[in-house]
C-alpha cells in the first residue's frame, strides 16, 4: 500500500512542471558572476592578515586604515581599495560586536544583583549571560560567502513559498482524490484497511517531502559550489553570517555555533517545518475532502499570520502569532538571529526550542485527527 501511495503521489506530472520551473528561477538568481572569485587572491592576502577572531590590534589597524582613506583626496579609486574597505569594515563590525557583548553582558549582571535568584527576569537574565559568555570569541573576520549562497535559500519569504507550493501541489490531493474518485469504500471495507491506508499515505508524504527537500538544497549546494568554486568558512563562527542583506544575518545570534553545524541545524529544523506543515495539508485534505479546497485553505493557514502581522503590527498579539506560524518555522532566520525566551512554567524556554516543541505537540494531535476520521467514517455505496 505504501508503494502505491508513493506512485500516486509521484506520478503527478503538476510536481514535475513546478519543480522545473524553481530549478529555473534559482539558476537565474545565480546569473551574476561572483566578485570574490575575481578577487580571491586580494581576499586571501587580507584574510591572512585580518581573519580569524577580532583583536584589539587589528581593530585599531583597521580604523587607522578608514580614517586615512576617507582623509585622502578623491582620486582611482581600485578594486583592492574597495575589497579592502569592505574587509576594514567587517573587521570593525566585529570589534563593535564584541565591545557589545561585553556590554550587555555587565548590564546582565548588574541586573541580576537587583533580583531575587528565584524570580523569572533572574533566571531570564541568568540563561543570556551564559549564552553571550559562549559567544563572546565568535566575533571576527571569516570568508564565508559561499554559505552565504546557501542560507540565502533557506530564508526569504519567496524561496519559503515555493518550497510550499511544491507541497500544496503534491499533497493536497493525497486524501482528496479518494473521496472525489469514490475508491475510499473499497479500501476501507478491507480488514485494518482504514488504519492501513492513513499510515500508508502519511509514510508517503513524508517520503515525498524528504525527496523534494533534499533535491533542492543538493541543487542549491552545487550551484553554490560552482559559483564561489569552494566552500570556504565552513568551521567560522555563525556570528560571522552578516551582511547587507536583510537574510543571513546572524551578527547577534545567542549560539555558540560554527557554520557547518548551524547550516545541519537549519536544515534539520526546516525539513522539520516541512513534514509539520504536510502533516496539516493531509488534515485539512482528509477533512474538506476537495484537492482544491485544501490547497486554499491549508495556503491561507501559511499566509495568514503574515498577512495579521503587517495590518496589525502594533499589536502585541499579532506579532505573537506570527511568530509561532507554520511560516516562521519554515523561514528559520528569526528562531536563530537574537536570543528571545519565552515563560514556561516559570523557566525560560528559548525561542526555536518552544517552536520544536510546539509543532511537534500539534503535528502529533492532528495526526491523531485524521486518524480518528477514518476510524469514525462510515463506508458508503
Same mark, same amino acid.
Given at each position: 500500500?505504501?508503494?502505491?501511495?508513493?506512485?500516486?503521489?509521484?506520478?503527478?506530472?503538476?510536481?514535475?512542471?513546478?519543480?522545473? %520551473?524553481?530549478?529555473?528561477?534559482?539558476?537565474?538568481?545565480?546569473?551574476? &558572476?561572483?566578485? #570574490?572569485?575575481?578577487?580571491?587572491?586580494?581576499?586571501?592576502? @587580507?584574510?591572512?592578515? %585580518?581573519?580569524?577572531?577580532?583583536?584589539?590590534?587589528?581593530?585599531?589597524?583597521?580604523?587607522? !586604515?578608514?580614517?586615512?582613506?576617507?582623509?585622502?583626496?578623491?582620486?582611482?579609486?581600485?578594486?583592492?581599495?574597495?575589497?579592502?574597505?569592505?574587509? =576594514?569594515?567587517?573587521?570593525?563590525?566585529?570589534?563593535?560586536?564584541?565591545?557589545?557583548?561585553?556590554?550587555? !553582558?555587565?548590564? @546582565?549582571?548588574?541586573?541580576?544583583?537587583?533580583?531575587?535568584?528565584?524570580?523569572?527576569?533572574?533566571?531570564?537574565?541568568?540563561?543570556?549571560?551564559?549564552?553571550?559568555?559562549?559567544?563572546?570569541?565568535?566575533?571576527?573576520?571569516?570568508?564565508? !560567502?559561499? #554559505?552565504?549562497?546557501?542560507?540565502?535559500?533557506?530564508?526569504?519569504?519567496?524561496?519559503?513559498?515555493?518550497? *510550499?507550493?511544491?507541497? %500544496?501541489?503534491?499533497?493536497?490531493?493525497?486524501?482528496?482524490?479518494?473521496?472525489?474518485?469514490?475508491?475510499?469504500?473499497?479500501?476501507?471495507?478491507?480488514? $485494518?484497511?482504514?488504519? $492501513?491506508?492513513?499510515?500508508?499515505?502519511?509514510?508517503? *508524504?513524508?517520503? =515525498?517531502?524528504?525527496?523534494?527537500? @533534499?533535491?533542492?538544497?543538493?541543487?542549491?549546494?552545487?550551484?553554490?559550489?560552482?559559483?564561489?568554486?569552494?566552500?570556504?568558512? #565552513?568551521?567560522?563562527?555563525? !556570528?560571522?553570517?552578516?551582511?547587507?542583506?536583510?537574510?543571513?544575518?546572524?551578527?547577534?545570534?545567542?549560539?555558540?555555533?560554527?557554520? #557547518?553545524?548551524? =547550516?545541519?541545524?537549519?536544515?534539520?529544523?526546516?525539513?522539520?517545518?516541512?513534514?509539520?506543515?504536510?502533516?496539516?495539508?493531509?488534515?485539512?485534505?482528509?477533512?474538506?475532502?476537495?484537492?482544491?479546497?485544501?490547497?486554499?485553505?491549508?495556503?491561507?493557514?501559511?499566509?495568514?499570520?503574515?498577512?495579521?502581522?503587517?495590518?496589525?503590527?502594533?499589536?502585541?498579539?499579532? $506579532?505573537?502569532?506570527?511568530?509561532?506560524?507554520?511560516?516562521?518555522?519554515?523561514?528559520?532566520?528569526?528562531?536563530?538571529?537574537?536570543?528571545?525566551?519565552?515563560?514556561?512554567?516559570?523557566? &525560560?524556554?528559548?525561542?526555536?526550542?518552544?517552536?520544536?516543541?510546539?509543532?511537534?505537540? @500539534?503535528?502529533?494531535? %492532528?495526526?491523531?485527527?485524521?486518524?480518528?476520521?477514518?476510524?469514525? $467514517?462510515?463506508?458508503?455505496?
Amino acid at each position: 500500500m505504501y508503494k502505491h501511495e508513493c506512485y500516486k503521489i509521484f506520478t503527478r506530472k503538476s510536481i514535475y512542471v513546478v519543480l522545473a %520551473l524553481v530549478l529555473a528561477l534559482m539558476v537565474y538568481a545565480e546569473r551574476v &558572476p561572483a566578485d #570574490w572569485n575575481t578577487a580571491s587572491d586580494i581576499y586571501g592576502e @587580507l584574510y591572512e592578515e %585580518l581573519g580569524g577572531p577580532v583583536t584589539e590590534e587589528k581593530e585599531l589597524y583597521v580604523r587607522e !586604515q578608514m580614517e586615512a582613506s576617507d582623509a585622502q583626496e578623491l582620486g582611482t579609486y581600485t578594486e583592492r581599495d574597495r575589497i579592502a574597505g569592505e574587509v =576594514y569594515y567587517l573587521v570593525s563590525l566585529a570589534g563593535q560586536g564584541l565591545q557589545e557583548n561585553n556590554e550587555r !553582558q555587565n548590564e @546582565l549582571k548588574e541586573q541580576m544583583n537587583r533580583l531575587s535568584a528565584s524570580s523569572y527576569d533572574y533566571r531570564v537574565a541568568e540563561k543570556e549571560l551564559g549564552i553571550l559568555k559562549e559567544v563572546e570569541s565568535s566575533y571576527g573576520f571569516y570568508i564565508v !560567502q559561499a #554559505w552565504l549562497g546557501m542560507f540565502h535559500f533557506i530564508e526569504p519569504f519567496f524561496s519559503v513559498m515555493l518550497l *510550499a507550493i511544491l507541497i %500544496l501541489i503534491g499533497l493536497s490531493p493525497v486524501f482528496a482524490d479518494e473521496f472525489t474518485q469514490r475508491t475510499t469504500g473499497l479500501i476501507l471495507a478491507t480488514k $485494518h484497511g482504514k488504519r $492501513h491506508l492513513v499510515t500508508a499515505k502519511l509514510m508517503a *508524504a513524508v517520503t =515525498y517531502i524528504v525527496t523534494v527537500f @533534499l533535491s533542492l538544497h543538493i541543487f542549491n549546494f552545487i550551484l553554490q559550489l560552482n559559483k564561489y568554486g569552494g566552500i570556504q568558512g #565552513w568551521n567560522a563562527p555563525i !556570528q560571522s553570517l552578516n551582511t547587507a542583506s536583510p537574510y543571513s544575518n546572524y551578527f547577534n545570534s545567542p549560539f555558540a555555533w560554527e557554520v #557547518w553545524q548551524f =547550516y545541519v541545524v537549519t536544515l534539520s529544523v526546516q525539513l522539520f517545518g516541512s513534514v509539520a506543515f504536510a502533516i496539516l495539508v493531509l488534515s485539512v485534505s482528509v477533512f474538506t475532502r476537495n484537492a482544491l479546497v485544501t490547497f486554499f485553505v491549508s495556503g491561507v493557514i501559511l499566509g495568514l499570520p503574515r498577512v495579521m502581522n503587517v495590518i496589525g503590527s502594533e499589536y502585541k498579539w499579532a $506579532h505573537f502569532v506570527t511568530s509561532f506560524s507554520y511560516m516562521e518555522t519554515l523561514r528559520i532566520e528569526r528562531l536563530f538571529a537574537s536570543f528571545n525566551a519565552y515563560n514556561v512554567l516559570g523557566q &525560560p524556554i528559548l525561542y526555536p526550542v518552544l517552536q520544536v516543541i510546539i509543532y511537534t505537540m @500539534l503535528s502529533v494531535g %492532528l495526526i491523531w485527527f485524521i486518524y480518528r476520521v477514518f476510524r469514525k $467514517h462510515q463506508v458508503s455505496y
